[in-house]
């Protein structure tokens, strides 16, 4: 028999007779309800914490993004986004190409012409009926879910270009730009807003991931481009992974691309007085900084 034991609690005599009142009407004893008001509030509780997470299908449509190409031999960044509540769809998904949200898909909006973003003048593929792909040849990869889920990946030469490595040191170290890093989440979270419109429910959440292939075990940096090549961070694992839940509605893109940056850069031992692109004392990211490039 499980133990039990006897406590005091002290309620108002409002409350007190709002909870007698409903004992009443459900045929119960007061301990019997205050026993299963304190289950269901621990069982909410626990409920809201998952709901802050990837689902195991989520995470595994995050690592299958490595099986594309060569991705899985190679040094990779994946970016995913994933709504809350569940369940959730996009409506219009495998509508075809006529629908505004293919068009959209297929010609994103970004910063500037030649920039780090999503496009990849491909066309969008329906895929065993699970999801919609596009790809920019072997360079870089998204796959959006019926649910409302976007991955993306990207090959060693996006996030690297310009990032000069000598033969001594190409097996051994990979150097992220920083300006591509801020440059893509930047667009992937105004990418994943745009994407939002087209569920059939509202989303009040979003859970984004940042992950890191590393198979080859390599010294990674995040290295900005001044004048000079500085190395402002580094990270060596095999698989580094990063998660935040952020309330949407509530929160400007320029703020929820500066969290998932927050992140990334907390990945390589960064602290918030060294991020680059972003207004400190806001919080923001600086999308003046990649329209400035233009």
């Known amino acids: 028999m499980r133990k039990k034991q006897i406590i005091n609690i002290t309620l108002s ?4 007779k709002a909870v007698d009142k409903q004992a009443e009407v459900e045929l119960r004893n007061r301990s019997e309800l205050l026993r299963e008001a304190a289950r269901m509030y621990l069982l909410n509780k626990n409920a809201n914490k998952s709901h802050q997470n990837l689902t195991d299908d989520e995470s595994n449509r995050v690592n299958d993004i490595k099986n594309f190409s060569d991705f899985g031999k190679n040094t990779t960044l994946s970016l995913s986004c994933s709504f809350r509540p569940q369940p959730n769809k996009i409506e219009e998904i495998f509508s075809g190409r006529g629908s505004e949200l293919i068009k959209y898909i297929e010609d994103p909006k970004s910063f500037r012409n030649m920039g780090w973003d999503l496009r990849t003048l491909g ?8 999801y919609l792909q596009i790809t ?15 991955v993306f990946a990207a090959s060693e030469d996006f996030f690297g270009h310009g990032m000069e490595i000598n033969e001594e040191e190409v097996d051994e170290i990979f150097r992220f730009n920083s300006m591509a890093s801020a440059e893509l989440i930047s667009n992937f979270v105004n990418f994943s807003i745009e994407i939002a419109k087209y569920l059939s429910n509202d989303s009040a959440g979003l859970i984004y991931n940042i992950r890191i292939f590393n198979p080859k075990r390599k010294l990674l940096k995040l290295t900005s481009i001044n004048m000079f090549r500085d190395d402002i961070g580094e990270l060596s694992l095999d698989l580094a992974d990063r998660e935040v839940f952020l309330t949407g509605k509530i ?10 940056w927050a992140e990334l850069n907390y990945l390589f031992g960064i602290s918030d007085d060294r991020f680059l692109y972003v207004n400190m004392e806001k919080k923001l990211m600086n999308f003046e900084m990649f329209n400035e490039k233009k």
Do not use: F, H
């Not at 066309?123 to 009926?129: K, L, S, T």
């Open 123 to 130: 066309r969008a593929v329906p895929v065993a009926g699970e």
């Open 13 to 16: 005599d409002e409350l007190l």
């Open 136 to 150: 920019n040849g072997d360079r870089k990869i998204i796959r959006i879910y019926r649910d409302g889920q976007i």
């Open 251 to 260: 929160m400007s893109p320029e703020k929820i691309a500066y969290d998932v």
